[in-house]
């Protein structure tokens, strides 16, 4: 039987996926995790506890299974996972990707470096520590607008902003600075929580694609669109559809700027998730991500035999050659259920109503109740999850906006302590 290592954050919804889909295969997955090292198996899972601010600590622990009985492959799930997961593939001997490719795959100011160095189409940059003045920045001439801050070591939109003026400049910074500043953001131990990214904003319809690189080549799974408008202030993922409305030629000239963005980078074997936009000067890449697409967002993508993605990946990292996979030909669309406003979440309505959508096939409230929400910039997650398959896609699409429309949210508002 084979046996692979799957590197991730604690156990959730995507591990489920990934252990569901080792159970058909016949292979032993075992996890490894930054779960609670002082109780036993929490999670149930049998994952063994690692720490990714420790390293070398943890990379140690690692080789010690594996010559306990030695591993066939290596997956991560998430950025820090991925750098990780690296240096295990190094010193196993392995495929995967070089270390310092995968951590700077999750860094988005080396990310910038390396597609500038390539002479890759893409905006003006430059960083600001926390404690700089940011009203001072605004007196800089490299600092044009409108621009977008970004934290370097926060993903999924979050504490991602744009500043048309200099005074939304310095109110974005500001709200940054408190984001990085909360004990949740900190207590990740990134070595990245001090620095943020200013860059030109780039127009465009955006776009996501998800692949697999193998020895460096690059094979597209899927081109998603973005239907919905990110131009901020905020970027606000909502709905991923595919196939794609690009045209054929667009989509080549698209997978040809992901492959040089992935050889900038350095990236050379396992699974990538790619976001770029498109505008009348180009494709602009804005990262490559040394990992599969996260959450629940797997399950919009599948293959014509009906294997799912991780199934893919699974055969992927054994050593199978998975070019015959091709997408489901169908049309998919997922919607990540937007947060309409900060509060504690009381109850929802409508989903036997939304469940009712002709192409709608499921529905996924992962939000708790009594759960304290949040909206972008601060927020680190969703609602739930609407999918839907049709024919075409434009059918999946509009499935998921009236399931949406046809679910209600009870958000009461925060309580505010007298001072």
Known sequence: MKRVLLLSTTTGY???AFNSAAERLGIDLVFATDRCH?????????????????????????????????????????????????????????????????????NKRETRARFATAKLPGPWFFTMGLRDDARAATEHGRLQFPCVLKPLGLSGSRGVIRADTPAEFVAA?????????RLDVRASRTGLEDVVLVEGFIPGREFAVEGVLTNGALQVFAIFDKPDPLDG???????????????????????????????????????????????????????????????????????????????????HAVGEDVSSWVQDPRGSAVMMIPIPRRGQLKRYQGETAARDVPFVEEILITAKPDQMLEQLPEAGSYLGFIFARADYAPDAERAVREAHRRLTFDIAEPIRLAH
Request: hydrophobic content about 45%.
């Open 38 to 106: 002082q109780l036993e198996d929490p999670w149930r899972d049998r994952a063994f506890a690692v720490r990714f601010h420790e390293e070398w600590r943890s990379l140690d622990a690692i080789l010690t299974e594996a010559k306990r009985a030695p591993f066939d492959g290596v997956l991560a799930v998430g950025d820090r996972p991925a750098v990780l997961a690296a240096r295990v593939a190094e010193r196993l001997n392995l495929p995967g990707n070089p270390p310092d490719a995968a951590a700077a795959s999750g």
């Open 173 to 181: 910074f500001e709200r940054i600075r408190a984001l990085l500043s």
């Open 233 to 315: 202030p905020y970027f606000e993922e909502t709905i991923y559809v595919t196939p794609s409305s690009l045209g054929a030629l667009s989509q080549v000239r698209l997978m040809s700027a992901i492959q040089d963005a992935t050889d900038a980078l350095g990236l050379y074997h396992g699974p990538v998730h790619a976001e770029c936009r498109v505008d009348s000067d180009g494709i602009f890449v804005l990262e490559v991500a040394a990992r599969p697409i996260g959450g629940l967002c797997s399950r919009v993508l599948t293959f014509d035999d009906r294997s799912t993605l991780e199934e893919v990946l699974l055969r």
């Open 14 to 16: 995507q591990l489920r």
